[in-house]
């Protein structure tokens, strides 16, 4: 069973600094291409960087190039989501998926985050 459980979510000022994880289970983390993936209120999912199999090729959305640094630990089946420099247009459900393309159907169940003075 696929599992992709995301923690690290929390309130945080503009111009703030947050990291997210994502725990993976249920299938061969180490060769599957994974993503960060997000939705804003009323808004369709938006895709924020995808990690390929090791961490040397990344992409990143150009909203948050320069900003966000995705990386993995293949040892640990894990995802991880390094943000700074936050602004209110960052605010968003956060989740990890399996893939680099939509339609995002294997993805975890969120975490909040929420930029806010």
């Given at each position: 069973q696929v599992q992709l459980v995301e923690s690290g979510g929390d309130l945080v000022q503009p111009g703030g600094s947050l990291?997210?994880?994502c725990v993976a289970s249920g299938f061969p983390f180490r060769g599957s291409y994974m993503s960060w993936v997000r939705q804003a209120p009323e808004k369709e999912i938006?895709?924020?960087a995808s990690v390929y199999t090791d961490?040397?090729?990344t992409r990143y959305a150009d909203s948050v190039l320069g900003r966000f640094t995705a990386s993995r630990d293949n040892a640990k089946n894990t995802l991880t989501l390094q943000?700074?420099?936050l602004s209110a247009?960052?605010?968003a459900v956060y989740y990890c998926?399996?893939?680099i393309e939509?339609?995002?159907n294997t993805r975890g169940q969120g975490t909040q985050?929420?930029?806010s003075s």
């Open positions: 990291k997210l994880s938006e895709w924020v961490n040397w090729a943000m700074r420099d247009w960052d605010t998926a399996r893939g939509p339609p995002w985050v929420t930029v």
